[in-house]
């Protein structure tokens, strides 16, 4: 039997890391699409990088797409590249939207043009629901997005669905609430949480600046949603997918378990900063897995404390062997 193929764009990202490792250890060839830019980051994939395909391409350049899946084919397609980073929606609101909106619809394309038959997978998310209509969030909920990021996405989502019912397309949507690990980038509140927690235990800061600590998530472990990704496209019928925890945790109570983690009590060293407020913040976000437990029989495996503590030790770790 032939291995089967995967495209995943955003393949550097945290989500695609673990989306390619989780395929090869299914036996998948994974081809793993990058811009051609000079600061390209392998970090997240150099300890697996020779077993995948690298190969050039931009979402905002269609033509690109159309020969990566040609000279590929791909059985199935990851779409998790975006402008992912809702702080920097606000200054770059319109590049923002070709990448995260538009490179949406150049990608659905791009499979409509090569092959229609290639099941597909859209990086949809919980900014989507913004300025929540009801708690928790379901499929069902109405979208009121509170960011360019936001509303980027929920463009995203919704040409995905118009593709799925126009072309008769296998495109499925995760509506993935927040998930974090040791490989989230530093600029996300959590990873500043935990790096910030590491340099201050090894005596490198005495303080940790932060916005609003008690807007409150969903917070799951990157490692297990991917897992729900690939579920959604081994289905017969592509459909849409919440994929959260069902929990909610604040900024605070994240600080607190970090801090805590390693013998220091957060309040010593926490500082609000109005800089890092944002200038629309959504409120309650949390979500109901129920459809994805019932239809893809996927569940999150790591706790919240378990989430945070792997962070806080990955980042002490990486910190010691930086400092070596």
Same mark, same amino acid.
């Given at each position: 039997m032939?291995?089967?193929r995967?495209?995943?764009?955003?393949?550097?990202g945290q989500?695609?890391?673990?989306?390619?490792?989780?395929?090869?250890?299914?036996?998948?060839d994974?081809?793993?699409m990058?811009?051609r830019?000079?600061?390209v980051?392998?970090?997240?994939?150099?300890?697996?990088?020779?077993?995948l395909t690298?190969v050039?391409?931009?979402l905002?350049?269609e033509?690109?797409?159309?020969?990566?899946?040609?000279e590929?084919r791909?059985s199935?397609v990851y779409?998790l590249a975006?402008q992912s980073?809702v702080?920097?929606?606000?200054?770059?609101?319109?590049?923002t939207?070709?990448?995260?909106?538009?490179?949406?619809?150049r990608?659905l394309?791009?499979?409509?043009?090569?092959?229609p038959?290639i099941r597909?997978?859209q990086a949809?998310?919980? @900014?989507m %629901?913004?300025?929540?209509q +009801? $708690?928790p969030?379901?499929?069902? *909920?109405?979208?009121?997005?509170?960011?360019?990021?936001?509303?980027a996405?929920v463009?995203g989502?919704w040409?995905t669905?118009?593709?799925r019912e126009?072309?008769?397309m296998?495109?499925?949507s995760?509506?993935l609430?927040?998930?974090?690990s040791?490989?989230?980038?530093?600029?996300?509140?959590?990873r500043?949480?935990?790096n910030g927690?590491?340099?201050?235990?090894?005596g490198l800061?005495?303080d940790?600046?932060l916005?609003n600590?008690?807007?409150?998530?969903?917070?799951g472990f990157a490692g297990d949603?991917?897992?729900?990704?690939?579920?959604?496209?081994?289905q017969?019928t592509p459909?849409d997918?919440v994929?959260s925890?069902?929990?909610?945790?604040?900024v605070r109570?994240?600080?607190?378990l970090?801090f805590g983690?390693?013998?220091?009590n957060?309040q010593d060293f926490?500082?609000?900063? @109005?800089? %890092?407020?944002?200038?629309? +913040? $959504?409120?309650?976000?949390?979500g *109901?897995p129920?459809?994805?437990k019932a239809?893809?029989g996927?569940?999150?495996?790591?706790s919240f404390?378990?989430l945070?503590y792997?962070?806080v030790?990955?980042?002490?770790?990486l910190?010691k062997?930086?400092?070596?």
């Open positions: 032939a291995k089967k995967a495209l995943i764009t955003g393949i550097t989500d695609g890391s673990y989306l390619a490792e989780f395929l090869l250890e299914k036996g998948y994974v081809v793993g990058v811009r830019t000079s600061t980051n392998f970090e997240r994939i150099k300890h697996f990088q020779s077993k690298l050039t391409g931009d905002l350049d033509v690109s797409l159309i020969s990566i899946l040609r590929h791909p199935e779409n975006a980073f702080q920097t929606s606000w200054p770059q609101p319109v590049f939207g070709e990448t995260t909106a538009l490179g949406v619809t990608m394309d791009a499979i409509r043009i090569v092959d038959d597909f997978y949809s998310s919980s @900014e %629901f913004g300025k929540v +009801e $708690v969030q379901r499929e069902t *909920t109405p979208f009121y997005p509170r960011s360019p990021y936001g509303v996405k463009y989502h040409i669905v118009n593709y126009s072309y008769n296998h495109a499925s995760g509506i609430f927040n998930h974090e040791p490989r989230r980038g530093l600029e996300f509140v959590t500043k949480i935990s927690v590491a340099r201050i235990k090894l800061d005495e940790l600046r916005g600590l008690d807007a409150q998530r969903d917070w949603y991917v897992k729900a990704m690939w579920l959604m496209l081994q017969d459909d997918f994929v925890t069902g929990e909610t945790h604040s109570e994240f600080c607190e970090a983690h390693v013998g220091l957060y926490v500082v609000l900063d @109005e800089r %890092f407020m944002r200038p629309a +913040e $959504v409120d309650l976000l949390i *109901t129920e459809k994805a239809k893809l996927w569940e999150p495996e790591v404390p378990e945070v792997m962070m030790d990955a980042d002490i770790k910190i062997e930086q400092m070596r």
